[in-house]
């Protein structure tokens, strides 16, 4: 009998998503969610070694620490693809002049929007911005996301995105959930440039994108494609330099307007394309022709009232790998929680309970290029598992508004419970 560090066993429900992504489809019929029932999974040295029956788990291995999961279900640690956490303060005061019926736009008029976080930013040092941000990756954890992308994007100068990439890059050193860093230098046009827009676009070719990828200090580069802010030459320019520079490309696309940014995403074969709400029939034909990965921001439309919502149903039809995030901002979605991103999946989405897991889980690893090692149980990934305290998996999306998270495990360690929760029945 083998001895290992740890085994997690007597799940009601061990959720793997150790499977093939479908050649058609995204796993619609919800009995396709591989499910072992009466679960266990063998863990050493931070990695998956088997899963399978606790019976057979038992029989083969001898294990250092045990953790039952009697009654609850076991999942991978949830995978979140596209966040802004990292941002100088919070901006409620917009949230509550959008429901009193002031647009984004006449909240940017009036000097909200991103450019307020733009000017409290680059009044900080590296150091405040790392202290502000550790408690919300804190939450994020406590929520069961286990990895993380985070965005720069409201520095707007050199100084300043660098300033930012650094405090991304020194969270990822003190805390235990893995970030994933991306560059989005071109997430607005600063109000120094507003008159020269070339002159901007020249700095971030020329200067920025240099200098990041000469730090090594962000994996993408991503860019806020819409007619009011880059359009699609605009963006084009702007990404095509960056893959030269050695960057791999994501997009903010087609979130108001259905100006191409999903065509374009596809064009350059981008690994992902964001928010997509008004993505056209011909964009979603585009992404799957360019294997770009779709990620919906459910939570995004959520907070600003929008009844328009993106075609997750033409996309899952279309055999795209749809991937879900919060988007967590101060602005436009306040959340850390992937377990709402979910509920809001199912109920707006009209996503099933599978497809969301999917979306939080193997998909959202797959748009940060790191589906070869988190995102699903499998023998030689890392140990990230979520512990849920519910009888099945369809309560993620069916109970909403608590967290549902009995235990996370990070790399085979504990590292975050919540003893409140509530079992259902």
Request: net charge negative.
């Amino acid at each position: 009998m083998k001895t290992v560090d740890l085994v997690v066993r007597d799940a009601a429900q061990l959720i793997t998503l150790d499977e093939p992504l479908p050649a058609e489809g995204n796993g619609v019929d919800s009995a396709s969610l591989p499910v072992v029932p009466d679960g266990a999974a063998a863990i050493s040295d931070g990695k998956i070694i088997e899963y399978g029956a606790t019976s057979d788990i038992a029989a083969k291995y001898k294990a250092r620490s045990v953790i039952s999961a009697a009654g609850m279900v076991v999942t991978p640690g949830l995978v979140d693809p596209h966040t802004h956490l990292v941002f100088p303060a919070t901006r409620e005061d917009e949230f509550e002049m959008r429901n009193m019926g002031l647009s984004y736009k006449e909240i940017t008029l009036r000097g909200g929007g991103i450019h307020a976080s733009v000017r409290k930013l680059r009044e900080m040092s590296k150091e405040e911005l790392v202290e502000k941000s550790l408690p919300y990756l804190n939450s994020a954890l406590a929520h069961g996301t286990t990895a993380i992308e985070i965005k720069s994007g409201y520095g707007l100068t050199t100084k300043d995105e660098i300033k930012t990439l650094e405090a991304i890059a020194e969270l990822n050193k003190r805390h235990v959930v893995d970030i994933v860093p991306t560059f989005l230098g071109a997430h607005e046009v600063p109000v120094e440039f507003r008159d020269n827009k070339e002159g901007y676009i020249s700095l971030l070719i020329n200067e920025m994108i240099p200098e990041v990828v000469r730090r090594g200090l962000a994996e993408f580069c991503d860019i806020f494609c819409e007619a009011h802010v880059y359009n699609i030459e605009e963006s084009r320019r702007i990404l095509l330099a960056a893959r030269e520079a050695g960057m791999k490309l994501k997009m903010h696309a087609d979130e108001i307007e259905p100006i191409g940014g999903a065509e374009l995403a596809g064009e350059l074969r981008a690994v992902s394309a964001d928010h997509l709400v008004a993505a056209s029939d011909a964009g979603i034909e585009a992404l799957a022709a360019g294997g770009v990965a779709p990620v919906l921001l459910p939570a995004t439309s959520f907070s600003l009232g929008l009844q328009k919502h993106a075609p997750a149903r033409k996309m899952l039809d279309a055999g795209l790998p749809v991937a879900l995030s919060t988007d967590f901002n101060p602005g436009t979605s306040f959340t850390e929680s992937q377990q709402f991103t979910m509920s809001l999946a199912c109920v707006n989405l009209k996503m099933s309970a599978a497809e969301a897991l999917r979306g939080c889980t193997v998909n959202a690893a797959r748009a940060i290029c790191r589906d070869g090692t988190v995102g699903s149980i499998a023998p030689g990934k890392q140990a990230d598992l979520v512990v849920w305290n519910i009888p099945n998996y369809k309560h993620l999306g069916y109970h909403s508004g608590v967290n549902l998270v009995r235990f996370v495990i990070k790399k085979g360690n504990i590292v975050a419970r919540n003893v409140n929760t509530v079992k259902g029945t």
